[in-house]
């Protein structure tokens, strides 16, 4: 998955924020709703170390209505769209971020509140608005864990890639249920999260073998099925997510295993990628160790994508849904 928390990188990138502000326009008032939702923003992932950044955004875009003065409803519509590209600079290639703060801005704007002319009720209701959607976006990883768990039976055998908060809370739930299970963690090179996934996993008493990310054609005969998470659903339901998901999709496919996807709906996105080159692109560090030739050159995606042909099945808090249902879903969405 995209790295998840404001540490590292993410607090590094405060300071590219402030430059966003400097050229967001010379309103003051919108200057500072600009740095209000930022605050909000890395606020919100401090409180909670299992927060989505799109979660996040929410909450921070829902801060700006709340502080807002604008006089006019368009007025208003301007600081929210402001503060949402605010938002996005904090981390570019983000694209849940992304994903999240485009689905807020059609949420809280689709609505009759538009039509009011007392400016403090539409205000009121917007508000009312953007609290219900970061509660039902909060709530959404649970709603995931109940819909999946039924998916994972007694004995079987589970291969996961990295980690991912959403996996995590799914296998929970269904071992929590009674349901006995092991778990295959790839390493999830470069950034080790795979490792993350394991110490979480044994801390819940669930069986659990670290394999290199390498070795999945190896141990796929051994899997009944493949668990991964997202970091965005895209337009023809296919995934973008930690590089090294192509791959184990295609191992599956290959071994004739279910590959199935967890996310939540805030995740989905409108891109439609036809092949790795179309991805926005994401690099994170990679030591390679002191031997490599000095002319030789390294590529260190973070991220690749998955076809939709590649996938059995997504669950996600609106259902659980096939590759071709999910160009509907964001119709309903974002229209």
């Given amino acids: 998955m995209l790295q998840r928390r404001p540490s590292g990188n993410k607090l590094e990138s405060a300071a590219k924020t402030q430059e966003g502000f400097q050229t967001a326009g010379s309103n003051s008032t919108q200057v500072t709703l600009n740095e209000i939702a930022v605050r909000e923003f890395h606020d919100a992932l401090s409180r909670d170390d299992e927060m989505a950044f799109a979660v996040a955004a929410i909450m921070a875009l829902t801060a700006v209505i709340k502080r807002s003065t604008a006089a006019t409803l368009m007025g208003m519509s301007k600081e929210l769209e402001d503060a949402a590209q605010a938002l996005q600079r904090v981390n570019p290639t983000n694209i849940s971020l992304k994903a999240g703060c485009e689905l807020f801005l059609r949420y809280t704007t689709r609505t009759s509140a538009l039509e009011l002319k007392d400016i403090e009720t539409a205000k009121a209701r917007l508000i009312e608005r953007g609290l219900h959607f970061a509660e039902t976006s909060t709530r959404a990883r649970q709603t995931i864990a109940e819909l999946g768990s039924r998916f994972i039976r007694s004995n079987c055998t589970v291969l996961t890639h990295g980690y991912s908060r959403v996996v995590l809370r799914l296998l929970q739930q269904a071992f929590s249920s009674g349901m006995q299970f092991s778990v295959i963690v790839t390493e999830g090179r470069p950034d080790g999260t795979g490792i993350t996934m394991a110490k979480k996993l044994d801390a819940e008493n669930i069986p659990v073998t670290l394999v290199l990310d390498s070795c999945v054609a190896y141990i796929m005969d051994r899997v009944d099925m493949v668990l991964v998470g997202a970091d965005a659903v895209v337009e023809n339901g296919g995934i973008i997510n930690k590089l090294g998901t192509y791959g184990i999709a295609l191992a599956a496919q290959?071994?004739?295993?279910?590959?199935?996807?967890?996310?939540?709906?805030?995740?989905f996105a409108r891109l439609y990628p036809l092949g790795q080159a179309d991805l926005p692109e994401e690099r994170k560090p990679l030591d390679v160790g002191p031997m490599?030739?000095?002319?030789?050159?390294?590529?260190?995606?973070?991220?690749?994508?998955?076809?939709?042909?590649?996938?059995?099945?997504?669950?996600?808090?609106?259902?659980?849904?096939?590759?071709a249902a999910v160009s509907d879903e964001l119709i309903q969405l974002y229209v």
């Fill in 254 to 267: 290959a071994a004739s295993k279910p590959f199935y996807v967890a996310a939540e709906s805030y995740k």
């Fill in 292 to 323: 490599l030739p000095p002319r030789a050159n390294v590529i260190n995606p973070s991220r690749d994508y998955t076809p939709p042909q590649c996938i059995s099945l997504l669950v996600t808090d609106l259902g659980v849904l096939t590759p």
